[in-house]
């Protein structure tokens, strides 16, 4: 077995770089930037999810002590990007981003309806709660059950005719309609919550009337750069976004969003710096969430477990003004090799706030309901559940007709299993007790598309031989600028020590958001070439100093020194190489993209998880006790950082199946979970041992490094093993997420 | 400990007389007699002085003697964070939620977000800046870094400072009863077992925390 | 957050002179529940009597009772070597509710006092009868799975209009219940005890008023009289996640056992009504019985004879049920 693939492997895995500063509290993160002149501001929020407001009473709230501004509809400033406000108000068509204080429309609880300045925080916030704010509603919708019928296809996949959301079918119906064995099951999940530690916070600075600076928590400085310039029309140099400490997204940070707007507008309103954190509260009504989605599964075999035919059905929330796509279905036509495939994908509009992506997005809702499915299928078969996999398993891809560029699922499974003890586990459900309590496993597969985008990189030798590397990527948690250094000090035979990479700030060479799983694949290819290449620079400088370089060797590069060849005792330090060329930095910036291998390959992440549960058979509490979860995402960059998300990506998994949910009191269309104590995520005690193997080969086809992402796949599927496991302890199969005591007593 | 002069502005004094006079007149105009927060008034180190808008107070933080005028309604971690620049205290939720303000207050893990600062007058502040012998970090700020107890960092001053004081409580004895008195430090990024595999690690050397 | 004043008193005499005369001052002592109502606007207090410094730190056992401080840590309390051999319940209690800060700040009176954590409550924008008298109780048709099953009594009567659905959060509460505690109160006319049953309130009137605490009044100490359950207490807490959460429904439930025959029982409940649930017959039903699980389970049923559901929280009549059973037997000690 490969060295990696060992739970605590002796490997020269790095600590993360910016280990020192998290560990001291001196990492600075959004909010934390000293800027002089700061003024506080605190948003005030619709409490009605349709309808206008009639009246902003904000006297009060100015006469308050300390107050600069109290900004709404009636006052704020023009945003030269947005088209001039209408009279009257107008709701604007679908797929109009919600553009904050530019109307009296509501359409969503908890929107912002105003904002207060003032010179300090407690100032801001009392002065909020002066405002008074009178409205007309309307009848507003945000029960999805109630109002499924209006769920329709898309606008956007109406009018592309190459969207992946559109229906999809392959194969024959009759085969799932007659087949030996079938089941249909619906599964729902509830509107779910990032919840990240650190709340959305944003310091706006307008450094000029035409220059602004902003700290703002995001996942992507350079797209907020760009939408921020486009909204205030100035050149993308003249904003500058800074995003260098994240604490944690999964999502949420992916768009600009309305506070963000708010704050920036805000600053330009009174001429100072504005610093705007989101209270808790205010996070489950800003910045997306995972939509409810309701999904039918039909799934047929013949008696020896073949597959028949999988007909996958989603229906997930949308606002009323914008489409939020994800790939709930898409699994269902790539995972297993079924002749017959369907899939059917709708958006129900309601009066909320546009859902967003959520770690594993659509994926993790998606394979909830197959990989429930499977386990039911499989149970009616009397299969065991990863037989019953593996006699499915898709050699290529059924969807595309296009082979994988890599997969190692079946040595996932078979690695999982092993490891599990998955082969001394007994079929028949709540049969098997410990100390009073059913003891249950149950597995999952997990696979996630592969994203790459086009990025670039810039490295910079130092006189002294240490290196720089920027990109304007992110570290939202995976460990980032750790991955990157791995990558750069390998390139270049040096201590990892001796490089310093730059991210998180738009002034650095072009990447994507920190999204999809796409920073490996994506930025450390870029981080690759240009290394590569400032390799070449210094081959070919060394060349110059010496007479063995004209053996016609192979030349090599290690200990912070080029060797004319693999044999060469005697090496030339970099710093040498600078000082002989009189060089004071040697900088090189290349991008990196796909090619057409794209066309060539059908390109996914593979996974797998294997659950234990115990449930206390009077309370119906559910605890996972243990977990192991398997990976193939290609070469692991860094195992130390990798197997840590995937920890996290399994207890994200365990918060999804068992506890987090997002309550809405319909006759308000507001949420009643709205912190910590009622909206709960897993703690401490909730979080068993978690093993985590990965195959670790190249997938030689997708990209220079011949790595895939790991933050989407490590979640998905977690929340269908856990629902498997819960079925095996207890007979009871739990379509409606989350697992509670309440539906298991 | 000496108090720390430069932490007063040079018009401190001039503004601790103000905010006497106007305390008594304050304490004049009410029907009660608080014979003891009128003694208090004249005596700062008694307790902190002043009046519904702005009130002197004194806490150590981090060894360091402050003495300090604020909003009567700031909490120990707006303290911490918006005036002091210790932002390595987080706020995380703001209603005592989640752990990610905790710091020591006299030596026992608090919430810096649902303690007023002005009642910790006359306190021992401890922050995860303090933690570290300068440049040499706490062997359990080493732990987390080898065993990855974090990921976006976030969580992480308000869990290391609680499993340092998890630890000195007596109650790392297991890892079964590290996550329970843990449990008031949420972490979104998903590190719980790392974090416990590091603080189980520091109490087992037996280093001391 | 309104502008308040701060004030520091030092005797006991003195805090309750500074509340009596001042109406919209409040009490604070950990702050853990205050803080939290204050930064939402719920409480808005003009002064802050902060009596963290009055002299209500002593734990005691005098006579036959543990006498315990108003201002005694619950941290504290859960590790105090009387309460842990004489009463463990509490201790267990104690350890079951909030985390490892929340107790270093939260006081026993404090705890007493702790405001339900119903969603209606906690924001301004919805109705709540508690927070806002006749504004309506939004929970009663809204979301209200951790609410309330008793109202008015063993099967007296179910909800009444204009009233609250909400549940005491409290775990120390239940067990303080269960072992018939007294509580000490120090007010304007001095000092006074009042038994835990009646120390919380039902909502059916006034649904704003948690306790029957008067104007000024300052819980300064509680009294558990000694007692034979050591051995055979347990505190079971069923809730939606393993820790830091409130209970969807627990159980204290202290048995005094000899010869393999329960002799005396208590048990209340949490998670069910407005204020801790004391289980009243159950001396009666257990009294000379061998312990088993079929005894227990008629217990059980017999208790939840009154329990009326919501239309989101009919679980929890089988689970407070099936949790009365599991602490019984593990109080019991038979598996």
Redesign the interface.
Same mark, same amino acid.
């Given at each position: 077995m490969n060295r990696k693939s060992l739970d605590n492997p002796s490997d020269n895995s790095l600590s993360r770089v910016d280990g020192a500063v998290k560990v001291t509290g001196t990492a600075t993160y959004s909010a934390e930037y000293v800027v002089p002149e700061l003024a506080h501001a605190v948003l005030v929020t619709s409490t009605i999810a349709k309808g206008s407001i009639t009246a902003i009473e904000s006297q009060e709230a100015e006469a308050a002590p300390g107050v600069l501004a109290v900004i709404s509809h009636l006052n704020a400033i023009e945003v030269p990007g947005w088209p001039a406000r209408k009279q009257p108000a107008e709701r604007a068509p679908v797929g109009t981003a919600f553009r904050v204080f530019y109307d009296p429309l509501i359409y969503f609880d908890g929107q912002p309806v105003a904002m207060v300045v003032a010179g300090t925080r407690e100032q801001a916030v009392h002065a909020a709660s002066l405002v008074r704010v009178t409205y007309r509603k309307e009848i507003h919708q945000t029960h999805f059950e109630k109002n499924t019928s209006k769920a329709g296809i898309p606008l956007n996949v109406q009018r592309a005719k190459n969207s992946p959301f559109q229906d999809y079918a392959r194969g024959d119906a009759a085969a799932l309609t007659n087949a030996e064995v079938r089941i249909e099951a619906e599964y729902t999940i509830p509107t779910q919550h990032h919840q990240p530690l650190e709340p959305h916070a944003i310091i706006a600075v307008w450094e000029a009337d035409d220059k602004l600076t902003v700290y703002d928590k995001n996942q992507g400085v350079k797209s907020a750069q760009g939408q921020l310039a486009q909204a205030f029309k100035l050149p993308r140099e003249k904003v500058q976004v800074v995003a260098t400490y994240i604490g944690g997204a999964f999502g949420s940070g992916i768009r600009v969003w309305p506070h963000t707007m708010a704050a920036v507008m805000a600053a330009k309103q009174v001429k100072r710096p504005v610093k705007l954190v989101l209270g808790r509260e205010q996070m489950f009504t800003s910045v997306g969430y995972r939509p409810y989605t309701v999904q039918k599964l039909t799934l047929g075999a013949s008696k020896t477990g073949q597959l028949a035919g999988i007909m996958h059905e989603g229906t997930g929330q949308t606002s009323a003004y914008e489409e939020h796509l994800e790939r709930t279905v898409l699994a269902s036509r790539a995972l297993y090799a079924s002749a017959y495939a369907a899939t059917r994908y709708r958006l129900l509009p309601l009066d909320v706030n546009t859902p967003t992506w959520m770690r594993g997005p659509g994926d993790a809702t998606g394979m909830f309901a197959l990989e429930s499915a499977m386990d039911e299928l499989a149970f009616a078969l009397k299969m065991d559940p990863l037989e019953f996999r593996l006699k499915n398993y898709a050699e290529s891809d059924p969807e595309r007709n296009l082979p994988w560029s890599a997969k190692s699922l079946r040595e996932c499974y078979e690695l999982g299993a092993e490891k599990f003890g998955w082969k001394n586990r007994m079929q028949e459900p709540r049969s098997v007790k410990r100390g009073g309590m059913l003891l249950g496993s149950g597995m999952a597969s997990s696979l996630y598309g592969f994203h790459r985008h086009p990025s670039k990189a810039r490295a910079l030798m130092q006189a002294d031989g240490s290196v720089i590397v920027q990109s304007a990527t992110m570290d939202i948690g995976p460990g980032t600028g750790t991955a990157m250094t791995r990558i750069a000090a390998k390139v270049l035979g040096v201590n990892a020590k001796k490089i310093r990479f730059e991210l998180g700030h738009s002034a650095l060479p072009d990447a994507p958001g920190q999204n999809g799983s796409s920073t490996i694949p994506s930025v450390g290819s870029a981080v690759h070439v240009v290394c590569e290449a400032l390799k070449s620079k210094l081959v070919t400088l060394a060349g110059e100093m010496s007479e063995r370089f004209r053996s016609g060797g192979q030349p090599v590069v290690r200990n912070g020194q080029v060797f004319s060849s693999g044999e060469d005792k005697e090496g030339i330090n970099y710093s040498d190489i600078l000082k002989y060329h009189q060089l004071k930095e040697l900088e090189v910036t290349e991008e990196s993209k796909s090619g057409a291998e794209r066309d060539q390959y059908s390109m996914y992440s593979f996974g797998c998880h294997f659950v234990e549960v115990e449930v206390d058979p009077l309370t119906g509490e559910v605890r996972v006790t243990r977990v192991v979860t398997c990976a193939d995402v290609g070469t692991i960059i860094n195992y130390k950082t990798a197997r840590s998300q995937s920890i996290g990506g399994v207890v994200g998994g365990i918060g999804m199946a068992l506890m987090e949910h997002s309550a809405m009191d319909h006759r308000f269309g507001r949420y009643v979970t709205n912190d910590f104590a009622s909206y709960h995520i897993p703690v401490h005690a909730d979080v068993p041992p978690i093993e985590v193997y990965y195959i670790d080969k190249p997938d030689v086809h997708v990209n220079p490094i011949g790595s895939k992402g790991l933050g989407e796949i490590a979640i998905v599927g977690v929340a269908g093993a856990i629902a498997n496991a819960v079925f095996h302890a207890t007979g009871k199969r739990v379509r409606e997420l989350p697992i509670t005591p309440d539906k298991l007593i | 400990m000496e108090p720390d002069r430069d932490a007063i502005p040079p018009d401190a004094e001039n503004e601790d007389r103000r905010f006497f006079l106007k305390q008594s007149m304050f304490i004049a105009g009410l029907s009660m007699a608080p014979a003891d927060f009128l003694q208090a008034a004249l005596a700062p180190d008694d307790g902190p002085v002043g009046n519904a808008v702005k009130v002197k107070l004194s806490l150590t933080v981090n060894g360091k003697r402050k003495r300090i005028t604020i909003d009567p309604r700031m909490t120990l971690l707006d303290l911490l964070r918006e005036n002091l620049g210790l932002t390595g205290t987080k706020k995380g939720c703001d209603f005592g939620q989640c752990g990610a303000c905790t710091v020591h207050v006299d030596g026992r893990r608090t919430l810096s977000c649902l303690t007023f600062a002005v009642m910790q007058h006359g306190a021992k502040i401890t922050t995860i800046e303090g933690l570290s012998d300068g440049e040499k970090l706490h062997p359990l700020q080493e732990a987390f870094i080898k065993h990855d107890g974090f990921q976006c960092g976030y969580c992480t001053p308000g869990q290391i400072m609680s499993g340092v004081a998890c630890i000195r409580e007596g109650c790392a004895g297991s890892a079964g009863e590290v996550r329970e008195y843990m449990s008031g430090n949420l972490c979104r990024c998903g590190a719980y077992p790392n974090i416990v595999d590091a603080i189980l690690e520091v109490k087992k050397e037996g280093l001391k925390v | 957050?309104?502008?308040?004043?701060?004030?520091?008193?030092?005797?006991v005499q003195?805090a309750v002179?500074?509340a009596t005369?001042?109406p919209e001052a409040q009490y604070?002592a950990?702050?853990?529940n205050l803080?939290?109502l204050m930064?939402r606007?719920i409480a808005s207090p /003009?002064k802050?009597i902060?009596i963290?410094h009055l002299p209500l730190k002593k734990i005691e056992h005098r006579y036959d009772r543990l006498r315990i401080g108003a201002l005694v840590l619950n /941290?504290d309390l859960a590790q105090h070597k009387a309460v842990l051999t004489r009463q463990p319940l509490l201790a267990q209690a104690l350890l079951a509710g909030? /985390?490892?800060?929340?107790r270093?700040?939260a006081t026993v009176g404090g705890n007493l006092l702790q405001r339900t954590?119903c /969603?209606?409550f906690?924001?301004l924008?919805?109705p709540c009868n508690k927070r806002k008298p006749g504004a309506g109780c939004?929970a009663e048709?809204?979301?209200n799975?951790t609410h309330a099953i008793f109202f008015a009594g063993n099967g007296f009567g179910g909800i009444e209009k204009s009233s609250c659905i909400a549940v005491h959060p409290s775990d120390m509460c239940v067990a303080l219940t269960a072992l018939e505690t007294t509580v000490v109160i120090n007010g304007p006319d001095g000092e006074r005890r009042v038994m835990m049953k009646d120390f919380h309130r039902l909502s059916t009137q006034q649904p704003e008023l948690d306790t029957n605490l008067g104007p000024g009044e300052l819980v300064t100490a509680i009294e558990v009289v000694d007692n034979a359950f050591a051995k055979h207490s347990h505190y079971?807490k069923?809730?939606?996640?393993? &820790?830091?959460?409130?209970a969807?429904v627990s159980v204290a439930a202290a048995l005094q056992m000899d010869g393999g025959r329960i002799w005396d029982a208590r048990m209340a409940l949490g998670g069910v009504a407005h204020k801790p649930w004391r289980y009243w017959s159950i001396d009666l039903m257990l009294r000379g019985q061998v312990p088993s699980e079929k005894l227990f389970r008629e217990v059980a049923e017999h208790e939840m004879e009154g329990a009326k559901a919501t239309a989101q929280n009919a679980?929890?009549i089988?689970?407070a049920s099936?949790?009365m059973?599991?602490a019984l037997k593990t109080a019991a000690g038979i &598996?």
């Amino acid at each position: 077995m490969n060295r990696k693939s060992l739970d605590n492997p002796s490997d020269n895995s790095l600590s993360r770089v910016d280990g020192a500063v998290k560990v001291t509290g001196t990492a600075t993160y959004s909010a934390e930037y000293v800027v002089p002149e700061l003024a506080h501001a605190v948003l005030v929020t619709s409490t009605i999810a349709k309808g206008s407001i009639t009246a902003i009473e904000s006297q009060e709230a100015e006469a308050a002590p300390g107050v600069l501004a109290v900004i709404s509809h009636l006052n704020a400033i023009e945003v030269p990007g947005w088209p001039a406000r209408k009279q009257p108000a107008e709701r604007a068509p679908v797929g109009t981003a919600f553009r904050v204080f530019y109307d009296p429309l509501i359409y969503f609880d908890g929107q912002p309806v105003a904002m207060v300045v003032a010179g300090t925080r407690e100032q801001a916030v009392h002065a909020a709660s002066l405002v008074r704010v009178t409205y007309r509603k309307e009848i507003h919708q945000t029960h999805f059950e109630k109002n499924t019928s209006k769920a329709g296809i898309p606008l956007n996949v109406q009018r592309a005719k190459n969207s992946p959301f559109q229906d999809y079918a392959r194969g024959d119906a009759a085969a799932l309609t007659n087949a030996e064995v079938r089941i249909e099951a619906e599964y729902t999940i509830p509107t779910q919550h990032h919840q990240p530690l650190e709340p959305h916070a944003i310091i706006a600075v307008w450094e000029a009337d035409d220059k602004l600076t902003v700290y703002d928590k995001n996942q992507g400085v350079k797209s907020a750069q760009g939408q921020l310039a486009q909204a205030f029309k100035l050149p993308r140099e003249k904003v500058q976004v800074v995003a260098t400490y994240i604490g944690g997204a999964f999502g949420s940070g992916i768009r600009v969003w309305p506070h963000t707007m708010a704050a920036v507008m805000a600053a330009k309103q009174v001429k100072r710096p504005v610093k705007l954190v989101l209270g808790r509260e205010q996070m489950f009504t800003s910045v997306g969430y995972r939509p409810y989605t309701v999904q039918k599964l039909t799934l047929g075999a013949s008696k020896t477990g073949q597959l028949a035919g999988i007909m996958h059905e989603g229906t997930g929330q949308t606002s009323a003004y914008e489409e939020h796509l994800e790939r709930t279905v898409l699994a269902s036509r790539a995972l297993y090799a079924s002749a017959y495939a369907a899939t059917r994908y709708r958006l129900l509009p309601l009066d909320v706030n546009t859902p967003t992506w959520m770690r594993g997005p659509g994926d993790a809702t998606g394979m909830f309901a197959l990989e429930s499915a499977m386990d039911e299928l499989a149970f009616a078969l009397k299969m065991d559940p990863l037989e019953f996999r593996l006699k499915n398993y898709a050699e290529s891809d059924p969807e595309r007709n296009l082979p994988w560029s890599a997969k190692s699922l079946r040595e996932c499974y078979e690695l999982g299993a092993e490891k599990f003890g998955w082969k001394n586990r007994m079929q028949e459900p709540r049969s098997v007790k410990r100390g009073g309590m059913l003891l249950g496993s149950g597995m999952a597969s997990s696979l996630y598309g592969f994203h790459r985008h086009p990025s670039k990189a810039r490295a910079l030798m130092q006189a002294d031989g240490s290196v720089i590397v920027q990109s304007a990527t992110m570290d939202i948690g995976p460990g980032t600028g750790t991955a990157m250094t791995r990558i750069a000090a390998k390139v270049l035979g040096v201590n990892a020590k001796k490089i310093r990479f730059e991210l998180g700030h738009s002034a650095l060479p072009d990447a994507p958001g920190q999204n999809g799983s796409s920073t490996i694949p994506s930025v450390g290819s870029a981080v690759h070439v240009v290394c590569e290449a400032l390799k070449s620079k210094l081959v070919t400088l060394a060349g110059e100093m010496s007479e063995r370089f004209r053996s016609g060797g192979q030349p090599v590069v290690r200990n912070g020194q080029v060797f004319s060849s693999g044999e060469d005792k005697e090496g030339i330090n970099y710093s040498d190489i600078l000082k002989y060329h009189q060089l004071k930095e040697l900088e090189v910036t290349e991008e990196s993209k796909s090619g057409a291998e794209r066309d060539q390959y059908s390109m996914y992440s593979f996974g797998c998880h294997f659950v234990e549960v115990e449930v206390d058979p009077l309370t119906g509490e559910v605890r996972v006790t243990r977990v192991v979860t398997c990976a193939d995402v290609g070469t692991i960059i860094n195992y130390k950082t990798a197997r840590s998300q995937s920890i996290g990506g399994v207890v994200g998994g365990i918060g999804m199946a068992l506890m987090e949910h997002s309550a809405m009191d319909h006759r308000f269309g507001r949420y009643v979970t709205n912190d910590f104590a009622s909206y709960h995520i897993p703690v401490h005690a909730d979080v068993p041992p978690i093993e985590v193997y990965y195959i670790d080969k190249p997938d030689v086809h997708v990209n220079p490094i011949g790595s895939k992402g790991l933050g989407e796949i490590a979640i998905v599927g977690v929340a269908g093993a856990i629902a498997n496991a819960v079925f095996h302890a207890t007979g009871k199969r739990v379509r409606e997420l989350p697992i509670t005591p309440d539906k298991l007593i | 400990m000496e108090p720390d002069r430069d932490a007063i502005p040079p018009d401190a004094e001039n503004e601790d007389r103000r905010f006497f006079l106007k305390q008594s007149m304050f304490i004049a105009g009410l029907s009660m007699a608080p014979a003891d927060f009128l003694q208090a008034a004249l005596a700062p180190d008694d307790g902190p002085v002043g009046n519904a808008v702005k009130v002197k107070l004194s806490l150590t933080v981090n060894g360091k003697r402050k003495r300090i005028t604020i909003d009567p309604r700031m909490t120990l971690l707006d303290l911490l964070r918006e005036n002091l620049g210790l932002t390595g205290t987080k706020k995380g939720c703001d209603f005592g939620q989640c752990g990610a303000c905790t710091v020591h207050v006299d030596g026992r893990r608090t919430l810096s977000c649902l303690t007023f600062a002005v009642m910790q007058h006359g306190a021992k502040i401890t922050t995860i800046e303090g933690l570290s012998d300068g440049e040499k970090l706490h062997p359990l700020q080493e732990a987390f870094i080898k065993h990855d107890g974090f990921q976006c960092g976030y969580c992480t001053p308000g869990q290391i400072m609680s499993g340092v004081a998890c630890i000195r409580e007596g109650c790392a004895g297991s890892a079964g009863e590290v996550r329970e008195y843990m449990s008031g430090n949420l972490c979104r990024c998903g590190a719980y077992p790392n974090i416990v595999d590091a603080i189980l690690e520091v109490k087992k050397e037996g280093l001391k925390v | 957050m309104k502008p308040f004043q701060y004030l520091r008193p030092k005797t006991v005499q003195e805090a309750v002179t500074m509340a009596t005369d001042n109406p919209e001052a409040q009490y604070i002592a950990g702050g853990t529940n205050l803080v939290d109502l204050m930064k939402r606007g719920i409480a808005s207090p /003009s002064k802050l009597i902060d009596i963290n410094h009055l002299p209500l730190k002593k734990i005691e056992h005098r006579y036959d009772r543990l006498r315990i401080g108003a201002l005694v840590l619950n /941290s504290d309390l859960a590790q105090h070597k009387a309460v842990l051999t004489r009463q463990p319940l509490l201790a267990q209690a104690l350890l079951a509710g909030a /985390s490892g800060q929340l107790r270093n700040m939260a006081t026993v009176g404090g705890n007493l006092l702790q405001r339900t954590r119903c /969603s209606y409550f906690y924001d301004l924008a919805l109705p709540c009868n508690k927070r806002k008298p006749g504004a309506g109780c939004g929970a009663e048709e809204g979301i209200n799975r951790t609410h309330a099953i008793f109202f008015a009594g063993n099967g007296f009567g179910g909800i009444e209009k204009s009233s609250c659905i909400a549940v005491h959060p409290s775990d120390m509460c239940v067990a303080l219940t269960a072992l018939e505690t007294t509580v000490v109160i120090n007010g304007p006319d001095g000092e006074r005890r009042v038994m835990m049953k009646d120390f919380h309130r039902l909502s059916t009137q006034q649904p704003e008023l948690d306790t029957n605490l008067g104007p000024g009044e300052l819980v300064t100490a509680i009294e558990v009289v000694d007692n034979a359950f050591a051995k055979h207490s347990h505190y079971l807490k069923v809730r939606d996640r393993a &820790s830091y959460a409130f209970a969807l429904v627990s159980v204290a439930a202290a048995l005094q056992m000899d010869g393999g025959r329960i002799w005396d029982a208590r048990m209340a409940l949490g998670g069910v009504a407005h204020k801790p649930w004391r289980y009243w017959s159950i001396d009666l039903m257990l009294r000379g019985q061998v312990p088993s699980e079929k005894l227990f389970r008629e217990v059980a049923e017999h208790e939840m004879e009154g329990a009326k559901a919501t239309a989101q929280n009919a679980f929890k009549i089988k689970l407070a049920s099936n949790a009365m059973v599991a602490a019984l037997k593990t109080a019991a000690g038979i &598996s």
